[in-house]
């Protein structure tokens, strides 16, 4: 198990790429003051790779290797983290972003396929699990820790202390002498069997089942940490922000845990999407309220280890597996680059209502695919 509390420790590290970002975006203002409407890509634009080259990474980690793959994004990692510490135009910031979004996909992909690998079978559910806190941890400590190092000493002090974590785990990645470097024969991409295989993942219900309940909680989930605050009160606001990631992360760890040992991951799941709609529906009656913000992130932490579980409960093989882990990947990053965006369109058509509204929805057909895919399952050999 000690590989898996390493390989969780260089996840919030990988998260914490997103989080430098957003949870100190007010700062980034103030670094780039002239970036304008532009400096919403800061964020943005990392999601990027992950969207366009989710499915390819899946391919390539098996033939790079699990262990080269992971170590590399961490490498990556940590040196864009120190060049940004060092001070950059903000066009050089944007391409600096561009790679760590590589970095970003290599380790999401590859780490959870190690998870499975390593962790013995009677403790996969609870690792994956662990697993899939990573970023509601990570958010948690830059918003509570993250946010008064900027304030004392500005962002480049934090992007450097990013480096120093992503260098820690490359160490700490190494020493555990990881197994099976290599899990696959090198194959050249061509347009055609790339097309294949996303095709192949897509209609397979096995190998994207993970995936299609992501999409939905990846775009209500940061959309709820960025439009939420402004409608709970004011002496409530910071706790509560920074609360509701850990509060995602206790119940995935407790409650989810224990759910998982007599209920399928799929009931786990859908559990969590029908939980949290009602919560969204309930913030609609009751703008705002504290409690129910984090009964809301409670019931979405169901959603979040589940899914990571559901992943080797499905596919057997390692490359099945890294496959369905890498559509997972494009599905979060196309969830948490949209949501936001057209959730808050929204809000300008039909205000803070509306927006409880579709998120509510969102998280029932979340359920609904679930449904859909377990019954496609039922009627398959698998893909």
């Known amino acids: ?42 964020l943005s634009i990392l999601g990027m790779a992950g969207i366009l080259l989710g499915v390819i990474a899946g391919m390539l980690v098996t033939q790079i290797g699990l ?16 060049v940004q510490a060092q001070g950059l135009s903000f066009d050089m910031f944007l391409i600096s972003r561009v790679i760590e979004g590589l970095a970003h996909l290599a380790i999401v992909v590859s780490a959870p396929t190690v998870i499975a690998k390593v962790a013995p079978p009677e403790r996969r559910a609870f690792s994956l699990t662990l697993w899939g806190t990573f970023f509601g941890v990570a958010f948690a400590l830059f918003a509570w820790a993250g946010r008064p190092l900027v304030a004392a000493y500005g962002v480049h002090t934090l992007f450097l202390v990013h480096a120093i974590w992503m260098a820690g785990s490359v160490l700490a990645v190494v020493a555990l002498r990881l197994p099976d470097d290599q899990t696959g024969l090198w194959e050249p991409l061509r347009v055609k069997s790339v097309l294949r295989r996303h095709l ?6 096995f190998r994207n089942a993970a995936a299609a309940g992501w999409l939905f909680y990846t775009f209500c ?47 786990v799941i859908q559990c969590g999407f029908l939980v949290s709609a009602g919560a969204a529906l309930l913030l609609m009656v ?11 992130a409670g019931a979405l932490g169901l959603i979040q280890g589940a899914s990571f579980a559901l992943v080797p409960d499905l596919n057997d093989t390692v490359s099945a597996r890294a496959d369905a882990n890498g559509v997972f990947a494009q599905a979060g990053n196309l969830g948490n680059t949209l949501g936001t965006p057209v959730l808050l369109a929204v809000v300008a058509v039909s205000g803070y209502g509306g927006m409880m509204v579709v998120i509510a929805g969102l998280l029932l057909a ?18």
């Open 366 to 383: 979340g359920a609904a695919v679930h449904a859909l895919l377990k019954r496609a399952r039922a009627g398959s050999a698998g893909i």
């Open 286 to 296: 009751l703008p705002g309220q504290p409690l129910v913000c984090l009964f809301l």
């Open 200 to 205: 192949d993942i897509y209609r397979s219900p």
């Open 67 to 82: 262990r080269r793959t992971l170590v590399g994004g961490l490498v990556l990692s940590a040196v864009v983290s120190f």
């Open 1 to 42: 198990m000690m590989a898996v509390w390493v390989i969780w420790l260089a996840g919030i590290g990988a998260a914490g790429q997103f989080a430098k970002v957003s949870v100190t975006f007010d700062h980034m203002g103030h670094l780039y003051p002239d970036a304008g409407a532009r400096l919403g890509f800061a």
């Open 221 to 267: 989930f940061v959309s709820l940490l960025t439009l939420l605050p402004p409608y709970i009160p004011e002496q409530w606001r910071t706790f509560t922000v920074g609360a509701m990631p850990f509060m995602s992360m206790v119940t995935s760890m407790t409650l989810g845990v224990w759910m998982l040992r007599f209920w399928s991951t799929v009931q």
